[in-house]
């Protein structure tokens, strides 16, 4: 019975771990979007979308055969329901890439490379969900730690990107349109950085048993 257990166990995480590889992916290609988009692009977005959300409900069955069926207990039982947590946050992660490429095209209409902390946001997005899975995978709280930590780099380009685009606004005006679509990318950038948190502290939870709103 416990091998049953070790193997389904295993392909969950295996699930797990490739659809945050799918989340990476995807915020690679909103990224790309932002200076390359076509309709090809798009379509590859959507690709991925659609297999984000077909293997959170794949891991959402395995989880429910180990409840159901296994009866963990202990820190088995809060490595499975934190894995249905975690998935929330990733297929999140992957709408609001998906929301990203949608902006995409009013934004290549403009230039835009004064603003490289963009991508560079992308960039740590992508280092939080990897982070965050292997984290998960290997139940290390250290791990989840350093991606609690990651998430002020985000922050912080936040906060810089939002500065230059009021003064944007306020040097001119007529630029309003373009300044509050480049700021809804980096607010979601900035979202995806706070879903990879979420994932961080439910895979602390997973381990010590503590989390934030316990306390």
Known sequence: MRDLFQQQLQELNQELTEMAADCREIIRLAAMSLSEWDEELAA???????????????VET??????????????DLRQISSALKIITDLER???????????????????HQRFPRIREMASAAMSM???AA????????????AVLDHDDIVDDYFARVRAG??????KNPEDGDFALDLLMVAKYF??????CTNVAEW???????????LD
Do not use: N
């Open 165 to 170: 685009i009021i003064d944007i606004i306020a």
């Open 62 to 75: 395995i989880a429910m055969k180990l409840l159901l069926r296994q009866q963990p207990v202990a820190r």
């Open 44 to 58: 590859k977005a959507a690709h991925v979308g659609q297999r984000i959300d077909r293997r959170e409900r794949t």
């Open 134 to 145: 292997e984290a998960y995978v290997q139940q290390d709280v250290a791990l989840a730690q």
């Open 203 to 213: 895979v602390i939870y997973s381990v010590t048993g503590a989390y934030k709103t």
């Open 190 to 195: 900035e979202r995806i950085g706070d879903h």
């Open 93 to 111: 992660i992957g709408d609001q890439a998906e929301d990203i490429v949608e902006i995409a095209p009013h934004l290549t209409r403009r230039p």
């Open 129 to 131: 969900v990897a982070g």
